[in-house]
């Protein structure tokens, strides 16, 4: 390797290290290389559907959502010692929402940004490429549709979305082997898409600032709750104390989002969160009896030390106690 690559492949790692956080460029500790992961921007409203004709996903024939995040576009990439003088940096490129044909198209895009820039590094140049022109490139629109096939492989079936791939001849649509499609099943996509969109959201939820319409100040999304239903953002502080006195007096069906006559109820996982382990297994526990006390067919043992919920049986006025073993008219509660 001449010293002019050797210099010019680390300045260009250290300037892409130092321009994009380590979720998108992860250098290699190992060879002079690494890993790009590329999260397009998405328009608003955007709408994916995903399809099956395959008999081992007859279990999940269709889904169809809006998401604001799609899983990455991931290159992994090594510098050859010709690099960047004479030869192009040695690639892969996967995604497990685009087809091995929309990939394949997408390499050899990256290959004529090489030719275009031979003799120049070219990294900056692919990233605002996969940044910036993806969906144009590959014509995604809203709603993208993509169908799981019986071979295990996607299929961009979406007739606007494919017009790149229509129009090529058949030797170019031989799939590039540089071209990684891995997907295992169309409940491993979907769940990747839904599990991505979700842990995206809350990142950006966390780094922005709400106003807490309780105490009146300016906190990060890190130390809010959010009600999905309504949309109303309150901070932790505030939302705790609401709650911890809502428990304490028994008022656990009144756990509600704090805006004056919003019905959106707060989750367990959020009440969890905010109140701890005591009091949320207080809330556990007087939630389930507020349930069983809207059910017409649950008594209680008449026991002091026991008061397990027993099941009436319909029409009749026996109960036998599930735990103690108490037999009881359920009118007189008594033996």
């Not at 003088?85 to 929402?97: D, E, G, H, Q, Y």
């Not at 989002?257 to 996982?269: G, I, L, Q, R, W």
């Not at 067919?297 to 002091?304: E, I, K, N, Q, S």
């Not at 030390?305 to 735990?323: D, F, H, K, Y």
Request: net charge negative.
């Amino acid at each position: 390797m001449s010293r002019e690559n050797q210099e010019a492949q680390e300045d260009e790692l250290l300037a892409l290290s130092s321009i994009y956080p380590e979720d998108e460029f992860n250098r290699s500790d190992t060879a002079p290389g690494g890993e790009i992961q590329v999260c397009l921007e998405l328009p608003p409203n955007f709408r994916i559907s995903v399809k099956s004709n395959s008999a081992s996903n007859a279990m999940v024939e269709s889904f169809e959502n809006t998401v604001s995040f799609l899983p990455p576009i991931v290159l992994d990439f090594e510098f050859p010692p010709g690099y960047p003088s004479t030869t192009c940096p040695i690639f892969t490129l996967s995604c497990n929402w685009l087809s091995p044909e929309q990939l394949t198209l997408m390499c050899q895009r990256l290959d004529v940004l090489w030719e275009e820039n031979r003799g120049s590094v070219v990294l900056f140049a692919w990233m605002q490429f996969l940044k910036e022109e993806t969906l144009e490139y590959l014509n995604i629109r809203s709603p993208y549709e993509i169908q799981f096939t019986d071979n295990g492989t996607l299929k961009q079936v979406k007739e606007e979305a494919s017009l790149c791939i229509a129009a090529a001849t058949p030797e170019e649509e031989t799939v590039d082997r540089r071209a990684i499609q891995d997907v295992l099943s169309v409940y491993d996509l979907i769940r990747h898409i839904l599990d991505f969109d979700e842990s995206q959201q809350k990142k950006c939820f966390d780094s922005k600032l709400f106003l807490c319409n309780i105490c009146f100040s300016e906190k990060l999304g890190n130390e809010c709750t959010y009600f999905k239903d309504c949309s109303h953002v309150y901070c932790d502080s505030c939302l705790r104390d609401y709650f911890e006195v809502q428990i304490r007096d028994g008022q656990v069906r009144a756990l509600n989002c704090p805006e004056p006559k919003c019905t959106s109820v707060a989750t367990p996982a959020q009440v969890k969160k905010l109140v701890g382990e005591e009091l949320f297994s207080r809330y556990d526990r007087l939630l389930l009896k507020s349930t069983l006390d809207l059910m017409t067919d649950v008594v209680y043992c008449p026991r002091l030390s026991c008061q397990t919920p027993v099941m009436q049986e319909p029409g009749g006025t026996m109960g036998i106690c599930s735990s103690c073993q108490y037999a009881f008219c359920t009118l007189c509660m008594m033996t």
